[in-house]
């Protein structure tokens, strides 16, 4: 199966988005494609999942409406989303800022990233924290934002130089496309990004300057070096984030993967939800 990762502002009316939706949805429904895409009057985001056939044409029938498009792929043996989406939503990527309008940027290719790195430059992660935990690039500064809406407030309350280079990078790019006009606004001058965020880098520079896996959203939950699904981490069934922490199951005995912090907890040393809800009514039980 192909993974493709795509975005585009670009303007729509209101009537434009539905039939886009409309056209989408049922392109998507006819050729068995997974993945969630959304509409906004500002442009299209999505991740799909396809075989190599439908991915040519869905290719094809995106660029009918926006012209040239950045595509990030990957691949995988099997469908990497349970369901197939098209909503139509307020923004793109949300930040829920009206004055945070993208623009024209500085945009920084992997060889001129791995350039500028060795420059005096300030690093930063638009990502959030359970993103950053598995894989950041080296020096990189993390905002320690728990969602992209968060960012703004990171941006004004950030205490760098105004005049120095930032350099700023995400999962795929789009975070980046608001997350630099958060930082121009907050008044810093000289604001750089990396074109196709993480997953553009490591198809060109693998094992160089980002350390360990980048988080998608899907079921890989992230992908290495290689940009191959995740061998190391899975989703922990009790906070979502990603985990690879190995433990047996104190209700039912089987082995399964939660994350570090839920590993804190007692009653999260449980291979799933079920397992938890049957283990916390054992001990009250015990209790009484």
Same mark, same amino acid.
């Given at each position: 199966?192909?993974?493709?990762?795509?975005?585009?502002?670009?303007?729509?009316?209101?009537?434009?988005?539905?039939? *886009?939706?409309?056209?989408?949805?049922?392109?998507?429904?006819?050729?068995?494609?997974?993945? *969630?895409?959304?509409?906004?009057?500002?442009?299209?985001?999505?991740?799909?999942?396809?075989?190599?056939?439908?991915?040519?044409?869905?290719?094809?029938?995106?660029?009918?409406?926006?012209?040239?498009?950045?595509?990030?792929?990957?691949?995988?043996?099997?469908?990497?989303?349970?369901?197939?989406?098209?909503?139509?939503?307020?923004?793109?990527?949300?930040?829920?800022?009206?004055?945070?309008?993208?623009?024209?940027?500085? $945009? *920084?290719?992997?060889?001129?990233?791995?350039?500028?790195?060795?420059?005096?430059?300030?690093?930063?992660?638009?990502?959030?924290? $359970?993103?950053?935990?598995?894989?950041?690039?080296?020096?990189?500064?993390?905002?320690?934002?728990?969602?992209?809406?968060?960012?703004?407030?990171?941006?004004?309350?950030?205490?760098?130089?105004?005049?120095?280079?930032? *350099?700023?990078?995400?999962?795929?790019?789009?975070?980046?496309?608001?997350?630099? @006009?958060?930082?121009?606004?907050?008044?810093?001058?000289?604001?750089?990004?990396?074109?196709?965020?993480?997953?553009?880098?490591?198809?060109?520079?693998?094992?160089?300057?980002?350390?360990?896996?980048?988080? @998608?959203?899907?079921?890989? @939950?992230?992908?290495?070096?290689?940009?191959?699904?995740?061998?190391? $981490?899975?989703?922990?069934?009790?906070?979502?984030?990603?985990?690879?922490?190995?433990?047996?199951?104190?209700?039912?005995?089987?082995?399964?993967?939660?994350?570090?912090?839920?590993?804190?907890?007692?009653?999260?040393?449980?291979?799933?939800?079920?397992?938890?809800?049957?283990?916390?009514?054992?001990?009250?039980?015990?209790?009484?």
């Amino acid at each position: 199966m192909k993974i493709t990762a795509f975005y585009s502002f670009k303007a729509l009316t209101e009537d434009e988005c539905a039939r *886009l939706r409309d056209a989408l949805h049922t392109f998507g429904e006819e050729h068995d494609m997974r993945g *969630l895409v959304l509409i906004a009057t500002e442009g299209i985001n999505g991740t799909v999942c396809a075989t190599n056939d439908v991915m040519t044409l869905w290719k094809k029938k995106i660029e009918e409406h926006f012209g040239d498009m950045r595509w990030n792929d990957s691949e995988a043996e099997t469908h990497v989303f349970p369901r197939w989406f098209v909503k139509i939503r307020p923004e793109i990527v949300a930040i829920k800022k009206e004055e945070i309008v993208p623009q024209e940027s500085h $945009y *920084l290719s992997p060889t001129e990233w791995n350039a500028m790195m060795h420059d005096d430059v300030a690093i930063i992660d638009a990502r959030n924290t $359970y993103e950053t935990a598995i894989g950041m690039f080296e020096k990189a500064i993390d905002p320690k934002t728990q969602c992209f809406q968060e960012f703004a407030d990171f941006a004004s309350s950030c205490d760098l130089p105004k005049d120095k280079k930032i *350099l700023m990078y995400c999962t795929g790019g789009i975070r980046c496309e608001k997350a630099a @006009v958060a930082m121009e606004k907050a008044g810093y001058t000289n604001v750089y990004q990396l074109k196709g965020g993480i997953l553009n880098y490591l198809k060109e520079s693998p094992n160089t300057h980002f350390k360990g896996e980048c988080f @998608v959203f899907d079921h890989r @939950v992230s992908v290495d070096q290689d940009l191959k699904p995740s061998k190391r $981490y899975s989703l922990c069934p009790h906070c979502g984030d990603p985990g690879d922490l190995s433990i047996t199951c104190v209700q039912c005995g089987k082995s399964g993967i939660i994350c570090k912090e839920c590993s804190q907890k007692d009653y999260q040393l449980t291979c799933s939800k079920l397992c938890k809800h049957q283990f916390m009514g054992l001990q009250k039980r015990v209790v009484v």
